[in-house]
Protein backbone atom coordinates (compact mmCIF):
# COMPACT_ATOMS: atom_id res chain seq x y z
CA UNK A 1 0.00 0.00 0.00
CA UNK A 2 1.28 3.49 -0.85
CA UNK A 3 0.46 7.07 0.09
CA UNK A 4 0.08 9.91 -1.69
CA UNK A 5 4.19 10.37 -2.22
CA UNK A 6 3.54 6.86 -3.40
CA UNK A 7 5.76 5.72 -0.33
CA UNK A 8 5.64 2.49 1.56
CA UNK A 9 3.64 2.60 4.11
CA UNK A 10 5.34 -0.02 6.43
CA UNK A 11 2.74 -0.84 8.85
CA UNK A 12 0.11 -3.96 8.13
CA UNK A 13 0.15 -7.46 6.78
CA UNK A 14 2.50 -7.72 3.21
CA UNK A 15 1.46 -8.89 0.43
CA UNK A 16 2.39 -12.38 0.77
CA UNK A 17 2.47 -13.33 -2.93
CA UNK A 18 5.81 -11.76 -3.87
CA UNK A 19 7.58 -14.14 -1.19
CA UNK A 20 5.52 -17.29 -2.62
CA UNK A 21 6.65 -20.53 -3.69
CA UNK A 22 6.30 -19.85 -7.60
CA UNK A 23 4.25 -23.23 -8.14
CA UNK A 24 2.26 -22.45 -5.11
CA UNK A 25 1.60 -18.94 -6.89
CA UNK A 26 0.42 -20.02 -10.00
CA UNK A 27 -2.22 -23.03 -8.24
CA UNK A 28 -2.77 -20.61 -5.78
CA UNK A 29 -6.96 -21.52 -4.81
CA UNK A 30 -6.81 -24.44 -7.56
CA UNK A 31 -5.69 -26.87 -4.89
CA UNK A 32 -7.67 -30.31 -5.44
CA UNK A 33 -5.93 -32.94 -3.32
CA UNK A 34 -3.73 -33.18 0.13
CA UNK A 35 -2.56 -35.98 2.07
CA UNK A 36 0.18 -36.28 5.03
CA UNK A 37 2.49 -38.85 3.61
CA UNK A 38 4.58 -38.91 7.21
CA UNK A 39 5.34 -36.90 10.25
CA UNK A 40 6.69 -33.50 9.14
CA UNK A 41 5.70 -33.87 5.98
CA UNK A 42 2.35 -32.43 3.86
CA UNK A 43 1.97 -33.17 0.01
CA UNK A 44 -0.32 -30.80 -2.19
CA UNK A 45 -1.76 -31.33 -6.04
CA UNK A 46 -3.26 -28.85 -7.73
CA UNK A 47 -5.78 -29.17 -10.67
CA UNK A 48 -3.13 -28.36 -12.82
CA UNK A 49 -1.15 -31.97 -11.90
CA UNK A 50 1.60 -29.87 -10.02
CA UNK A 51 3.07 -31.16 -6.49
CA UNK A 52 4.25 -29.85 -4.28
CA UNK A 53 5.63 -31.60 -0.48
CA UNK A 54 5.83 -29.29 2.42
CA UNK A 55 8.74 -30.37 4.63
CA UNK A 56 8.10 -28.93 8.46
CA UNK A 57 10.81 -28.41 10.74
CA UNK A 58 11.38 -27.27 14.17
CA UNK A 59 13.87 -24.13 15.04
CA UNK A 60 14.54 -22.49 18.30
CA UNK A 61 12.92 -19.00 16.92
CA UNK A 62 15.93 -16.68 18.54
CA UNK A 63 18.39 -17.58 15.96
CA UNK A 64 21.82 -16.16 15.20
CA UNK A 65 23.11 -15.34 11.60
CA UNK A 66 25.16 -18.65 11.23
CA UNK A 67 21.63 -20.75 12.05
CA UNK A 68 19.77 -18.30 9.66
CA UNK A 69 22.44 -18.77 6.60
CA UNK A 70 22.43 -22.84 7.28
CA UNK A 71 18.84 -23.02 6.84
CA UNK A 72 18.40 -20.71 3.97
CA UNK A 73 21.69 -22.82 2.22
CA UNK A 74 19.10 -25.79 2.63
CA UNK A 75 16.69 -23.58 1.16
CA UNK A 76 18.36 -22.71 -2.21
CA UNK A 77 19.55 -26.30 -1.99
CA UNK A 78 16.23 -28.20 -2.03
CA UNK A 79 13.20 -25.47 -2.42
CA UNK A 80 14.42 -23.18 -4.85
CA UNK A 81 15.31 -20.49 -2.62
CA UNK A 82 12.03 -20.08 -0.64
CA UNK A 83 10.97 -20.67 2.78
CA UNK A 84 8.16 -19.47 5.50
CA UNK A 85 8.39 -19.83 9.18
CA UNK A 86 4.37 -20.47 10.86
CA UNK A 87 3.50 -19.04 13.89
CA UNK A 88 5.00 -21.23 16.01
CA UNK A 89 8.72 -20.92 14.86
CA UNK A 90 8.36 -24.26 12.35
CA UNK A 91 10.43 -23.53 9.17
CA UNK A 92 8.72 -24.96 5.75
CA UNK A 93 10.12 -25.70 2.86
CA UNK A 94 8.11 -26.09 -0.50
CA UNK A 95 9.38 -28.73 -2.67
CA UNK A 96 8.41 -29.68 -5.97
CA UNK A 97 10.39 -32.64 -6.45
CA UNK A 98 9.38 -35.78 -4.38
CA UNK A 99 13.56 -37.26 -5.46
CA UNK A 100 14.32 -34.38 -2.99
CA UNK A 101 12.44 -34.67 -0.24
CA UNK A 102 14.01 -37.47 1.85
CA UNK A 103 17.52 -35.43 1.10
CA UNK A 104 16.04 -32.65 2.38
CA UNK A 105 14.70 -34.41 5.91
CA UNK A 106 18.15 -35.74 6.06
CA UNK A 107 20.18 -32.70 5.60
CA UNK A 108 17.59 -31.00 8.57
CA UNK A 109 17.84 -33.99 10.95
CA UNK A 110 21.97 -33.95 9.95
CA UNK A 111 21.94 -30.02 11.18
CA UNK A 112 19.60 -30.35 14.26
CA UNK A 113 16.67 -29.47 13.40
CA UNK A 114 13.83 -32.23 13.85
CA UNK A 115 11.41 -32.82 11.11
CA UNK A 116 7.74 -33.23 12.58
CA UNK A 117 4.87 -31.07 13.91
CA UNK A 118 2.19 -32.00 11.62
CA UNK A 119 -1.13 -33.08 11.88
CA UNK A 120 -1.38 -35.32 15.09
CA UNK A 121 1.60 -34.50 17.11
CA UNK A 122 2.67 -31.68 19.56
CA UNK A 123 4.07 -28.98 17.48
CA UNK A 124 6.28 -26.19 18.51
CA UNK A 125 5.05 -23.93 21.20
CA UNK A 126 4.04 -20.60 20.05
CA UNK A 127 5.66 -18.62 22.35
CA UNK A 128 5.94 -14.51 23.49
CA UNK A 129 9.41 -12.38 23.36
CA UNK A 130 10.25 -12.98 27.05
CA UNK A 131 13.52 -11.45 28.50
CA UNK A 132 15.17 -11.03 25.38
CA UNK A 133 12.84 -8.34 23.56
CA UNK A 134 10.37 -7.22 25.92
CA UNK A 135 10.52 -4.90 29.13
CA UNK A 136 7.67 -6.07 31.25
CA UNK A 137 7.93 -10.26 31.26
CA UNK A 138 8.05 -11.99 34.41
CA UNK A 139 9.34 -15.09 33.20
CA UNK A 140 11.59 -16.29 29.98
CA UNK A 141 9.24 -17.76 27.05
CA UNK A 142 11.79 -19.00 24.48
CA UNK A 143 13.78 -20.76 27.36
CA UNK A 144 10.50 -22.24 29.04
CA UNK A 145 9.83 -23.49 25.05
CA UNK A 146 13.77 -24.64 24.78
CA UNK A 147 13.60 -26.57 27.51
CA UNK A 148 10.19 -28.20 27.43
CA UNK A 149 10.76 -29.28 23.65
CA UNK A 150 13.65 -31.22 24.53
CA UNK A 151 11.41 -33.07 27.09
CA UNK A 152 8.77 -33.45 24.26
CA UNK A 153 10.94 -34.16 21.15
CA UNK A 154 9.50 -37.55 20.58
CA UNK A 155 6.09 -36.07 20.61
CA UNK A 156 7.05 -33.93 18.29
CA UNK A 157 8.66 -36.20 15.68
CA UNK A 158 5.99 -38.64 15.97
CA UNK A 159 2.16 -38.70 15.26
CA UNK A 160 0.99 -40.07 18.17
CA UNK A 161 -1.44 -38.15 19.94
CA UNK A 162 -5.31 -38.49 19.51
CA UNK A 163 -5.18 -34.91 17.53
CA UNK A 164 -3.24 -31.94 16.95
CA UNK A 165 -1.65 -30.29 20.38
CA UNK A 166 -0.69 -27.06 20.42
CA UNK A 167 1.06 -25.41 23.47
CA UNK A 168 1.74 -21.80 24.20
CA UNK A 169 3.67 -19.61 26.80
CA UNK A 170 3.39 -16.50 27.64
CA UNK A 171 5.48 -14.46 30.00
CA UNK A 172 2.98 -11.88 31.15
CA UNK A 173 -0.94 -12.43 31.90
CA UNK A 174 -2.03 -9.62 30.18
CA UNK A 175 -0.79 -8.59 26.24
CA UNK A 176 0.33 -11.20 23.60
CA UNK A 177 -0.05 -14.76 25.05
CA UNK A 178 -2.50 -17.30 22.94
CA UNK A 179 -4.99 -19.30 23.35
CA UNK A 180 -3.72 -23.33 22.78
CA UNK A 181 -4.67 -26.67 24.33
CA UNK A 182 -1.95 -26.57 27.03
CA UNK A 183 -0.75 -22.55 27.69
CA UNK A 184 1.97 -22.00 30.37
CA UNK A 185 0.95 -18.10 31.68
CA UNK A 186 3.20 -16.06 34.08
CA UNK A 187 0.87 -15.41 37.14
CA UNK A 188 1.69 -12.54 39.66
CA UNK A 189 0.53 -13.18 43.06
CA UNK A 190 1.04 -9.65 44.80
CA UNK A 191 0.29 -6.09 43.89
CA UNK A 192 2.91 -4.13 42.39
CA UNK A 193 5.37 -2.61 44.93
CA UNK A 194 6.01 1.48 43.95
CA UNK A 195 9.32 3.12 44.18
CA UNK A 196 7.69 6.65 44.45
CA UNK A 197 11.72 7.72 44.14
CA UNK A 198 10.81 7.71 40.48
CA UNK A 199 7.53 8.02 39.80
CA UNK A 200 7.12 11.50 39.13
CA UNK A 201 10.57 11.19 36.69
CA UNK A 202 9.57 8.36 34.77
CA UNK A 203 5.40 7.75 34.77
CA UNK A 204 2.78 9.97 33.31
CA UNK A 205 0.34 9.74 36.03
CA UNK A 206 -2.92 10.01 34.29
CA UNK A 207 -1.91 7.14 31.79
CA UNK A 208 -1.44 4.44 34.60
CA UNK A 209 -4.55 5.28 36.39
CA UNK A 210 -6.38 5.13 33.82
CA UNK A 211 -4.56 1.33 32.89
CA UNK A 212 -5.71 0.03 35.59
CA UNK A 213 -8.66 -2.50 34.42
CA UNK A 214 -10.15 -2.57 37.70
CA UNK A 215 -9.95 1.18 38.91
CA UNK A 216 -7.38 0.45 41.54
CA UNK A 217 -4.45 3.31 41.42
CA UNK A 218 -5.12 6.86 42.50
CA UNK A 219 -2.77 9.45 42.26
CA UNK A 220 -0.93 10.23 45.57
CA UNK A 221 1.41 12.60 47.42
CA UNK A 222 4.04 10.46 48.78
CA UNK A 223 6.99 11.99 51.06
CA UNK A 224 5.52 15.32 49.50
CA UNK A 225 6.45 14.31 45.82
CA UNK A 226 3.19 13.52 43.14
CA UNK A 227 3.01 9.70 43.13
CA UNK A 228 0.84 6.66 43.19
CA UNK A 229 -0.93 4.10 45.52
CA UNK A 230 -2.55 1.15 44.54
CA UNK A 231 -5.91 -0.36 46.37
CA UNK A 232 -4.38 -3.62 47.41
CA UNK A 233 -8.28 -5.17 48.20
CA UNK A 234 -9.09 -4.09 44.71
CA UNK A 235 -5.80 -5.30 42.78
CA UNK A 236 -6.10 -8.36 40.78
CA UNK A 237 -2.36 -8.32 40.04
CA UNK A 238 -2.49 -8.25 36.18
CA UNK A 239 0.74 -6.11 35.82
CA UNK A 240 -1.09 -3.83 33.05
CA UNK A 241 0.92 -0.89 35.05
CA UNK A 242 4.27 -2.41 34.93
CA UNK A 243 4.91 -1.30 31.35
CA UNK A 244 3.56 2.77 31.19
CA UNK A 245 5.40 2.86 34.42
CA UNK A 246 7.98 0.39 35.73
CA UNK A 247 8.58 1.92 38.92
CA UNK A 248 4.89 0.27 39.85
CA UNK A 249 7.63 -3.42 39.32
CA UNK A 250 5.56 -6.41 39.97
CA UNK A 251 8.17 -9.24 38.80
CA UNK A 252 9.26 -10.45 41.77
CA UNK A 253 11.53 -13.61 42.02
CA UNK A 254 9.19 -15.44 44.96
CA UNK A 255 5.64 -13.67 44.13
CA UNK A 256 5.63 -14.66 40.13
CA UNK A 257 4.39 -18.12 39.35
CA UNK A 258 3.36 -20.57 36.70
CA UNK A 259 0.20 -20.97 36.14
CA UNK A 260 -1.01 -23.97 32.92
CA UNK A 261 -4.75 -23.61 31.14
CA UNK A 262 -6.17 -26.17 29.18
CA UNK A 263 -8.60 -26.67 26.38
CA UNK A 264 -8.39 -23.40 24.31
CA UNK A 265 -8.43 -24.00 20.74
CA UNK A 266 -9.27 -21.33 17.77
CA UNK A 267 -10.18 -23.41 15.13
CA UNK A 268 -14.35 -24.33 14.37
CA UNK A 269 -13.07 -28.19 13.32
CA UNK A 270 -15.51 -30.67 14.66
CA UNK A 271 -16.05 -28.29 17.59
CA UNK A 272 -16.47 -24.58 18.40
CA UNK A 273 -13.59 -22.54 19.40
CA UNK A 274 -12.79 -22.92 23.65
CA UNK A 275 -11.60 -20.64 26.23
CA UNK A 276 -8.72 -22.65 27.77
CA UNK A 277 -9.12 -22.88 31.62
CA UNK A 278 -7.54 -23.10 34.61
CA UNK A 279 -5.89 -26.44 35.76
CA UNK A 280 -2.63 -25.87 37.60
CA UNK A 281 -1.67 -22.53 39.54
CA UNK A 282 1.48 -21.37 41.69
CA UNK A 283 4.83 -23.47 39.84
CA UNK A 284 7.08 -22.07 40.57
CA UNK A 285 9.01 -19.76 37.99
CA UNK A 286 12.20 -22.13 38.19
CA UNK A 287 14.65 -20.98 35.06
CA UNK A 288 16.85 -21.88 32.99
CA UNK A 289 14.63 -25.36 32.82
CA UNK A 290 11.42 -25.00 34.68
CA UNK A 291 11.34 -28.94 35.47
CA UNK A 292 8.20 -28.26 38.00
CA UNK A 293 6.20 -26.90 34.78
CA UNK A 294 7.83 -29.42 32.50
CA UNK A 295 6.41 -32.22 34.89
CA UNK A 296 2.85 -30.96 34.90
CA UNK A 297 2.57 -30.53 30.89
CA UNK A 298 4.17 -34.23 30.65
CA UNK A 299 1.31 -35.90 32.65
CA UNK A 300 -1.39 -33.49 31.65
CA UNK A 301 -0.05 -34.91 27.37
CA UNK A 302 0.71 -38.92 28.52
CA UNK A 303 -2.89 -38.76 30.05
CA UNK A 304 -4.58 -36.97 27.26
CA UNK A 305 -2.66 -39.69 24.74
CA UNK A 306 -3.92 -42.65 27.10
CA UNK A 307 -7.47 -41.53 26.79
CA UNK A 308 -8.40 -39.28 24.20
CA UNK A 309 -10.32 -40.78 21.28
CA UNK A 310 -9.01 -40.66 17.52
CA UNK A 311 -9.54 -37.16 16.83
CA UNK A 312 -10.19 -35.87 20.28
CA UNK A 313 -8.60 -32.35 20.68
CA UNK A 314 -8.27 -31.94 24.00
CA UNK A 315 -11.14 -29.66 24.96
CA UNK A 316 -13.12 -32.59 23.12
CA UNK A 317 -11.63 -34.93 25.41
CA UNK A 318 -12.20 -33.02 28.84
CA UNK A 319 -15.89 -31.68 27.43
CA UNK A 320 -16.82 -35.93 26.53
CA UNK A 321 -14.85 -36.88 30.63
CA UNK A 322 -16.23 -33.95 32.21
CA UNK A 323 -13.29 -31.93 34.91
CA UNK A 324 -14.06 -33.80 38.26
CA UNK A 325 -11.98 -37.07 35.57
CA UNK A 326 -9.83 -34.73 34.26
CA UNK A 327 -8.62 -33.93 37.83
CA UNK A 328 -9.33 -37.65 38.98
CA UNK A 329 -6.67 -38.95 35.92
CA UNK A 330 -4.03 -36.30 36.39
CA UNK A 331 -3.77 -36.37 39.68
CA UNK A 332 -3.78 -32.52 39.74
CA UNK A 333 -5.29 -30.88 43.03
CA UNK A 334 -8.50 -29.43 42.43
CA UNK A 335 -8.31 -25.97 44.99
CA UNK A 336 -9.90 -23.24 45.74
CA UNK A 337 -8.12 -20.89 43.30
CA UNK A 338 -9.38 -23.14 40.30
CA UNK A 339 -12.85 -20.86 41.38
CA UNK A 340 -13.39 -17.34 39.91
CA UNK A 341 -15.36 -16.31 42.65
CA UNK A 342 -13.72 -12.48 43.14
CA UNK A 343 -16.53 -10.64 44.49
CA UNK A 344 -15.34 -7.23 42.96
CA UNK A 345 -15.68 -8.70 39.25
CA UNK A 346 -19.49 -8.05 39.20
CA UNK A 347 -19.10 -4.62 39.39
CA UNK A 348 -15.38 -3.72 37.64
CA UNK A 349 -14.42 -6.34 35.19
CA UNK A 350 -18.03 -6.91 33.45
CA UNK A 351 -19.56 -3.33 34.37
CA UNK A 352 -16.40 -0.59 33.62
CA UNK A 353 -16.08 1.23 30.57
CA UNK A 354 -12.26 0.83 31.40
CA UNK A 355 -10.29 -1.18 28.29
CA UNK A 356 -9.45 -4.21 29.45
CA UNK A 357 -5.79 -5.35 28.20
S1 LIG B 1 3.55 -11.76 26.86
FE1 LIG B 1 3.81 -9.81 27.95
S2 LIG B 1 5.90 -9.84 28.76
FE2 LIG B 1 5.77 -11.42 27.18
S3 LIG B 1 6.49 -10.41 25.30
FE3 LIG B 1 4.24 -10.21 25.36
S4 LIG B 1 3.87 -8.21 26.38
FE4 LIG B 1 6.01 -8.81 26.78
S1 LIG C 1 -3.01 -2.51 36.69
FE1 LIG C 1 -3.27 -4.60 37.46
S2 LIG C 1 -1.48 -4.93 38.78
FE2 LIG C 1 -1.61 -2.72 38.44
S3 LIG C 1 -2.80 -2.00 40.17
FE3 LIG C 1 -4.27 -2.37 38.54
S4 LIG C 1 -4.99 -4.48 38.90
FE4 LIG C 1 -3.12 -4.19 40.10
Known amino acids: MADRNHETIE ?11 PVMAK ?5 VFHSHPKPGVLYHRAESGDEVWTVKAGTQRQMDHYTVRKLADLADQFADGYVRFTTR ?15 LIKALSDSGFPVGGTANSVSMIAHTQGWLHCDIPGTDASGVVKALMDELYEEFVKCEMPNRVKLSTSCCEINCGGQADIAIVV ?7 INHDLVANVCERPSVVARCP ?5 PALVNGKPSLEVDEKKCICCGACVPPC ?8 EHSKIAIWVGGKNSNARSRPTFHKLVASGLPNNAPR ?15 KADGRPWERMTDWIDRIGWPAFF ?7 TKYHIDNWRGGRSTLNASAHIRF
Do not use: C
Open 89 to 103: SNIEYMVTDQGKVEP
Open 27 to 31: NYGKW
Open 246 to 253: PPMQINDP
Open 290 to 304: WPEVGAVVKNILATY
Open 214 to 218: VAAIR
Open 187 to 193: QHTKPPK
Open 11 to 21: SGAPDPMPYMH
Open 328 to 334: EKTGLPF
